[in-house]
């Protein structure tokens, strides 16, 4: 009899210990990181990063397959060691060759990214991202690099463009605590493809695979789908659009959209659009990168 207690007493201790070492684990594991974002002119998100001792604002491009990339007057005088050159393209399908560096730790609030890769850019090569531009002289400057979807896919992060807040986090716990409670948000699965995260959307002229992109200010389909049966009178930018009076994923419908048409890159092809900021300012969404979900607040 006291063999059998004393086994008990062993294993009632090891269970506690497995639950103990469990919940240690997760804790270090867990992070909530929030910090304000502000908009450039075109209503792309940027946040500032911390590189060694100084800061630059930085905007979120989920639609770049790219870690960190900076513009050349900033990036020549950080410590950094040099990488092979980075190759990547543009919608239109210009390709760039650029000079790339291991970065020791960059930061975004308390949240730290080690060895990241930072690639140097040039003034040129962003204006060739433009579709249009209404810059003055007396605007204040843009952001001088971008964050892209290499690096933010290393966490799951909430973008709540309303209340101009990113919180890099993986737990549903202090996200309600903040007042997003994930479980009543529509959970919409994605594909996660060298081109970036795909959602299916479903329009007026049927339903499309479009690039997650918080890098593009527009919703965008090729102009090969632009209907034959539809006046292209209605321009704005120079560029054919339409409004879409259903707007849907998942079932769930968000109403009208404007949907502009432009030429981009066959190597583009397999997708057939971009979703911009034109509809993710509007609803807060959560990404999960680990089990590649996507809660989008429900209109």
């Known amino acids: 009899m006291s063999f059998v207690k004393t ?41 500032d990063v911390s590189i060694q001792e100084s800061c630059y604002p930085m905007s979120l491009d989920l639609g ?22 980075q190759t990547y393209k543009n919608f239109r399908g210009i390709e760039y060759k650029r ?4 970065l020791e730790k960059a930061q975004i609030g308390s949240f730290v990214f080690n060895n990241s890769t930072i690639v140097e850019v040039y003034p040129v090569d962003e ?35 309303k209340n101009s807040k990113l919180i890099l986090s993986n737990s549903f716990f202090k996200l309600k605590q903040d007042g997003y409670d994930l479980r009543k948000y529509s959970k919409i ?21 479009m690039l997650l992109d918080t890098g593009c200010t527009r919703v ?4 090969s789908k632009y209907p034959g049966d539809i006046s292209k009178a209605e321009r704005q930018y ?11 994923i998942q079932g769930l419908d968000y109403g009208e959209m404007d949907i502009l048409f432009i030429k981009m890159t066959e190597e583009i092809n397999d997708v057939d659009g971009i979703l911009g900021m034109d509809f ?9 990168f680990t089990k590649q979900l996507i809660y989008i607040e429900k209109p």
């Open 7 to 47: 086994y008990w007493r062993y294993c009632s201790a090891f269970v506690i210990s497995f639950f103990c070492i469990a919940a240690l684990l997760q804790k270090v594991n867990s992070y909530h990181v929030s910090v304000p974002v502000k908009f450039d002119l075109s209503r792309i998100p940027y946040v």
């Open 64 to 85: 770049s397959k790219l870690e960190l990339k900076l513009l050349s007057d900033h990036i020549r005088g950080l410590r950094k060691t040099s990488l092979e050159l």
């Open 99 to 102: 000079s790339a560096y291991c």
């Open 127 to 161: 204006e060739a991202y433009l579709i249009y531009s209404n810059r003055s002289d007396k605007d204040p400057p843009d952001p001088v690099g971008t964050i892209g979807r290499g690096l933010l896919k290393k966490v799951n992060l909430l973008l709540d463009s």
């Open 189 to 209: 699965p994605f594909e996660m493809t060298p081109k970036g995260i795909i959602v299916n959307v479903s329009t007026d002229l049927g339903v499309f695979k």
């Open 220 to 223: 965008i389909l090729h102009e």
């Open 238 to 248: 120079n560029l054919p659009i339409m409004q879409s009076k259903t707007f849907s």
């Open 280 to 288: 993710i300012k509007n609803h807060v969404m959560y990404i999960d």
